[in-house]
């Protein structure tokens, strides 16, 4: 069904010193990233997961949770995109029975921008397209049971990972053959989902249910579709976006497998963008296979493809680091900058004078990507708030507060306290403003509020005959 036949890598393209001057800047500008900008809100929620270790989560499966509590933040990501390109090496290599090819196929996926950021900030991308690579690797190759360790992973990093399995599937359809192979590999890669389905099953289905909303229950259209369009052009690389679909329609007769592991995820995820707001880096790992038919494409297409892509990377790693244009929201800055000033809710006391010491118990926030930078940050307890958007900290259960203790609420721009949690307490102080700079620049407007005395919680009734309603 996989041809393991060598194929033909096509005419010469992107020579070795290229491909490793290429290779060298990519793990230059990944370093450089990862530590000198701040650490990403979605990594430190998913960094809050690694505390308290678990076969599930709300939004996601628990690999990369597992993987910051092993190897921690930089080194997650970085060994996992590291791991990637040296798993792209190795299947172009054995698609066209060629180091060469095998070297361009990792220089062009080192320079993808998708690929640069699941490999600067630690996400449940970074793990899937590591495993994702490795899977599509031993189908390749018909190793079944590697196949079924790998696939299992990459669904523990992320739901979307059954995307490859669709694919493996269309390709049996097409040769009309599933070799028995692969019906092991299947029921070894369910029995890695078993214990995140069991553990969804235990709380009312969270994880697989916000996926499916997110992805697919919302307001969606033509402009949602055209933004999800241009942000390919943005993630995947401006001419690599463009091979995505040429290689998927056009590419060799012996790709097809690889093919439909690049047309899948960007077909299913283009409907996905047409019914509801979508993420551009859910398509990534679409790109992976890309790279390696690109390794047979022309010289041209290949030289547009790095360079264009590195351009991307180069701009932006620039502006982070050296700003000359201002608007008036700039994202990128925002994302990646200021946030260190919310240690200084470690000490309270300092922004407020007249607090005493120790008094504070935790810190609430309307945002639990802001509550999570808080912990990671000042490393205090953390909660949310009010009419917030539901996530794992509505699984947990929420810091206790002893009568008479305080907590502190912060917000960037947002709401006011909410009443859900300043009725609990009998005053608040008037916001003291923390602001997160960069470069001159002014990014985080954080506005504290200290919620002082909490009181007692309400006493149960008493029933009738002088039991309470607990006892009854």
Same mark, same amino acid.
């Given at each position: 069904m996989v041809s393991t036949a060598p194929v033909a890598p096509g005419p010469a393209g992107l020579g070795l010193k290229t491909c490793l001057a290429l290779l060298g800047v990519a793990l230059v500008v990944r370093t450089v990233l990862a530590l000198g900008t701040d650490v990403y809100f979605d990594t430190a929620y998913y960094w809050q997961w690694a505390?308290? /270790?678990?076969?599930?989560?709300?939004?996601?499966?628990? &690999?990369?949770?597992?993987? &910051?509590? /092993?190897?921690?933040?930089?080194?997650?990501a970085l060994l996992c995109g590291a791991g990637t390109i040296a798993a792209v090496w190795g299947l172009?290599?054995?698609?066209?029975?060629?180091?060469?090819?095998?070297?361009?196929? +990792?220089?062009?996926?080192? !320079?993808? @921008?998708?690929?640069?950021?699941?490999?600067?900030?630690? =996400? %449940?991308?970074? @793990?899937?397209?590591?495993?994702?690579?490795?899977?599509?690797?031993? /189908?390749?190759?018909?190793?079944?049971?590697?196949?079924? *360790?790998? +696939?299992?992973?990459?669904?523990?990093?992320k739901f979307p990972a059954v995307l490859l399995g669709i694919a493996f599937l269309i390709t049996a359809l097409r040769a009309r053959r599933l070799p028995w192979g692969a019906w092991g590999t299947g029921a070894v890669a369910a029995v890695f989902l078993v214990p995140v389905l069991l553990w969804n099953a235990r709380h009312d289905w969270v994880g697989i249910l916000f996926q499916l909303k997110h992805g697919l229950d919302g307001?969606?259209?033509?402009?949602t579709l055209g933004d999800f369009i241009v942000g390919q052009f943005a993630f995947g690389g401006p001419v690599l976006a463009i091979l995505a679909l040429v290689y998927a329609v056009r590419g060799p007769r012996e790709h097809f497998f690889l093919r439909m592991?690049?047309?899948?995820?960007?077909?299913?995820?283009?409907?996905?963008?047409?019914?509801?707001?979508?993420?551009?880096?859910? =398509?990534?790992?679409?790109?992976?296979?890309?790279c390696v038919g690109a390794a047979g494409m022309s010289r041209l297409w290949?030289?547009?493809?790095?360079?264009?892509?590195?351009?991307? *990377? /180069?701009g932006v790693t620039l502006h982070l680091f050296f700003p000359l244009m201002s608007v008036k929201r700039d994202t990128t800055l925002w994302r990646t900058h200021g946030w260190d000033v919310l240690s200084a809710?470690? =000490?309270?006391?300092? &922004?407020?004078?007249?607090?005493?010491?120790?008094?504070? !118990?935790?810190?609430?926030?309307?945002?639990?990507q802001l509550a999570s930078l808080v912990a990671l940050h000042?490393?205090?307890?953390?909660?949310?708030?009010?009419? *917030?958007?539901?996530?794992?900290?509505?699984?947990? @259960?929420?810091?206790?507060?002893?009568?008479?203790?305080? *907590?502190?609420?912060?917000?960037?721009?947002? %709401?006011?306290?909410p009443s859900a949690l300043t009725d609990r307490f009998e005053t608040m102080e008037d916001p003291v403003e923390l602001v997160g700079m960069y470069k001159g620049r002014r990014l985080h407007p954080f506005r504290v509020?200290?919620?002082?005395?909490?009181? @007692?919680?309400? =006493?149960?009734?008493?029933a009738p005959d002088g039991m309470n309603q607990s006892q009854r």
């Open positions: 505390q308290r /270790l678990d076969w599930g989560y709300y939004d996601h499966p628990p &690999l990369i949770a597992w993987l &910051l509590a /092993l190897l921690g933040i930089h080194a997650t172009a290599r054995d698609v066209y029975q060629s180091r060469e090819a095998a070297w361009r196929a +990792s220089a062009l996926w080192s !320079v993808v @921008p998708g690929g640069m950021v699941a490999g600067i900030w630690a =996400t %449940p991308d970074s @793990p899937l397209l590591l495993f994702w690579t490795l899977a599509l690797w031993a /189908l390749w190759r018909e190793r079944w049971l590697w196949a079924g *360790v790998a +696939s299992g992973l990459a669904l523990l990093a307001q969606g259209g033509w402009r592991a690049a047309l899948v995820p960007l077909l299913f995820f283009g409907y996905a963008a047409s019914r509801a707001r979508s993420e551009v880096n859910w =398509t990534t790992m679409a790109y992976l296979s890309v290949q030289r547009a493809a790095a360079f264009s892509g590195l351009a991307v *990377v /180069l809710l470690a =000490t309270p006391e300092k &922004l407020f004078p007249e607090m005493k010491p120790g008094s504070v !118990v935790a810190v609430f926030s309307g945002n639990y000042a490393g205090v307890p953390v909660g949310t708030a009010g009419p *917030v958007r539901f996530s794992q900290y509505d699984v947990w @259960p929420e810091p206790p507060i002893p009568p008479g203790k305080d *907590v502190l609420w912060v917000e960037e721009d947002g %709401p006011f306290a509020w200290w919620v002082r005395n909490a009181r @007692p919680p309400p =006493t149960p009734p008493e």
